[in-house]
């Protein structure tokens, strides 16, 4: 009973406490494991170890920042500029890289190169087109998918001139951009900029190369990122909502489970179609299962929850806890998120684990590799792996824990939604906002940490939200953490929330939680930010909005992209955890006091729940009152006793 409460300590999901138990009694180890013998280094932390040439490593003591300099002379500003600069190169890189082969792809399916891929969203093509200037007229719909493709894929390579995807933005922010000449020309030029300036002896003053920063971040939201959802949209469908379950109970004993895990949906969106196959589902009856069942980790889980329904298995931190159920055929992977850990403990069960990406190998696993132009054949082969696996199992414990969850939430649906078919529009959203009746909009995104206790800081953090008063979008991995915690369904609205809140909620029909997809598509996060100006009431600009973002549990480089493209785009942004420019003073009064004047909104960072959620009421209301729409209201704090009645 005590073991328990220790791993009580680590997360608040109960299907990953049980599995935590197993892997304890069985002798594997998780990340929850290697955290722990992982200590740190304070000059890590602190932003202060400079690595990019052969004379250091050089370190600076983060509490003697003045008495010592790197081999070269850098001073600690420039080291830790430098070092989250390449945070965000890094994370822009991730993300772009997707979105371009998301663009490769729409080009072969408009060429005919691809069988397995069409246009299926003409809406969301002719509306890319319109924002690009591509001609529509009576053209082919596989002309203009064409030349939507060629464009974004130019994006890349483009050496000048003006992102087109960022001219979406309103007005006075592209104004405050080109101020500051931080207006994105190409996407991989600015990601290559990022890194050259960045290498020794190059750029060594920090405001420019957070400057650099901004334009490689801006490049990622509003091109690499947004060229990924909306292509992808495009391909497969612009998500609307739908009911799903959410946890490891989703698994199943008598079926043959296949999880995909990852990021890119070219993938997934195949697997999801070859094991509903009948010929795939007869040789599954003949193995001896009743069935195929798929289910997603990580956000290529939300890519396929929010297009398909395809239950989520867990979040980041429950990948390896997946495989310690014995009960997983196959894990398949791409890009991004995925654990070398895996590796290692599907070594000690029947899982295999396929790689399919010719950017990410792995030693344990089979690679068999994925191109796009027999896309659903290779789908079948690995489908087809997975069944003959499942004569290879052993002993199963699945933990009986799921919860459902509504997901597909979006600009198009949010507007649909609220306005209707024939009137869509924002406009009564807004005014529910001018009227107080929404205190605010509020993102929380980001992954999970083990450093911190999985799932709770989250699941703290948007209780105390909508009880508050906000509405909540949500992406990644975060929104896996809410979702396990039943905050994902409409009649949370009455329990937790504020009348007006509920009332909203009731009226249009959706939980004040809406699951908005993946990390790539936080891009849809600025694409209804900039809908809410543009339908007026609001002020001028997204940094006018009572709007917040968060990531509490954030862990990886795409983090801090997504926070710097969402601050420099105008919205106050708090991250939970740790804050890697804590080394210099002058970074962070940067980052959180100078860009109040330079964009208007600012970076913070607040790891205590409660006091993150009162960071960000105070944000809100101070916007509130801007706009003179301000009414005094009390905080409710979301205590132990309300906590307690929820969970009888
Ligand atoms: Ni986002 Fe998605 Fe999760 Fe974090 Fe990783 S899966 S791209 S980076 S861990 S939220």
Request: aromatic fraction near 6%; charge should be negative; charged fraction near 25%.
């Amino acid at each position: 009973m005590a073991e328990i409460e220790d791993f009580g300590e680590l997360t608040s999901c109960e299907a990953s406490i049980e599995m935590l138990r197993k892997a304890a009694e069985e002798g594997q180890e998780t990340a929850f494991d290697r955290v722990a013998q992982q200590k740190g280094c304070a000059f890590g932390e602190a932003g202060s170890c400079c690595r990019i040439c052969a004379m250091g490593p050089c370190r600076i003591n983060p509490k003697k920042p003045d008495e010592s300099r790197g081999v070269c002379g850098a001073t600690m500003d420039t080291i830790v500029a430098r070092n989250f600069a390449r945070m965000i190169a890094g994370g822009s890189s991730a993300h772009s890289d997707h979105g371009r082969a998301v663009a490769e792809t729409l080009i072969m399916a408009a060429k005919g190169e691809t069988a397995d891929y069409e246009v299926k969203d003409r809406i969301k093509l002719l509306e890319v087109a319109a924002d690009l200037g591509v001609e529509v007229g009576d053209r082919d719909i596989n002309d203009i998918a064409l030349e939507v493709g060629e464009r974004c894929l130019a994006m890349f390579g483009q050496q000048e001139g003006e992102l087109a995807l960022a001219q979406r933005a309103p007005e006075p922010r592209k104004e405050i951009w080109r101020k500051l000449g931080v207006f994105p020309r190409g996407i991989d030029r600015e990601v290559v900029e990022m890194m050259h300036r960045t290498s020794i002896g190059v750029d060594q003053d920090y405001e420019n190369i957070l400057l650099q920063g901004t334009r490689c971040a801006l490049a990622d939201g509003w091109g690499g990122s947004m060229i990924g959802t909306e292509l992808q949209d495009i391909l497969f469908g612009t998500p609307t909502p739908l009911e799903s379950k959410v946890n490891l109970g989703v698994l199943k004993e008598d079926e043959v489970n296949i999880v995909v895990h990852g990021h890119e949906p070219l993938l997934s969106e195949m697997i999801v179609l070859a094991a509903s196959l009948p010929e795939m589902l007869e040789k599954a009856r003949a193995a001896g299962a009743k069935g195929i069942n798929l289910a997603g980790i990580c956000c290529t889980a939300n890519e396929v929850l929010t297009r398909h329904g395809v239950p989520i298995a867990g979040n980041v931190l429950q990948q390896e806890l997946a495989i310690l159920t014995g009960a997983v055929e196959a894990m398949i992977v791409d890009v991004q998120c995925v654990y070398q850990g895996i590796g290692q403990i599907a070594s000690c069960f029947h899982t295999d684990i396929i790689t399919t990406s010719p950017r990410a190998k792995m030693p344990h696993a089979k690679h068999i590799e994925f191109h796009e132009d027999h896309a659903l054949e290779t789908a079948k082969k690995i489908v087809s792996e997975a069944i003959d696996n499942f004569k290879n199992r052993g002993k199963v414990q699945i933990p009986s824990n799921t919860e459902s969850l509504i997901a597909g939430f979006n600009h198009e649906y949010i507007n649909y939604m609220l306005g209707g078919r024939y009137r869509a529009s924002y406009r009564p959203l807004n005014d529910a906002v001018i009227d107080g009746r929404i205190r605010g909009v509020v993102g929380v995104v980001g992954c999970n940490n083990p450093r911190v206790k999985h799932d709770d800081i989250h699941t703290r953090v948007v209780r105390e939200l909508i009880a508050n008063g906000c509405l909540v979008l949500m992406t990644g991995c975060a929104a896996q953490s809410v979702a396990k915690a039943g905050l994902m369904l409409p009649e949370v609205a009455r329990e937790i929330c504020p009348q007006g809140l509920w009332e909203v909620c009731e009226a249009v029909g959706i939980p004040p939680v809406l699951h908005c997809g993946s990390c790539v598509d936080n891009s849809r996060i600025l694409i209804a930010a900039t809908a809410m100006v543009h339908e007026g009431g609001l002020g001028d600009d997204i940094s006018d909005l009572p709007a917040a973002g968060c990531a509490p549990e954030w862990m990886s480089e795409k983090a801090i992209a997504i926070g710097q493209y969402f601050v420099t785009s105008g919205v106050y942004t708090v991250f939970g955890v740790k804050w890697p420019t804590l080394g210099s003073k002058a970074v962070t009064d940067l980052l959180f006091e100078k860009y109040k004047d330079l964009y208007k909104n600012c970076w913070d960072y607040e790891p205590d729940p409660e006091k993150m959620v009162g960071k960000i009421l105070n944000v809100i209301d101070n916007k509130r009152e801007a706009l003179g729409i301000s009414a005094k209201r009390e905080r409710v704090l979301f205590d132990m006793a309300m906590r307690r009645e929820l969970e009888v």
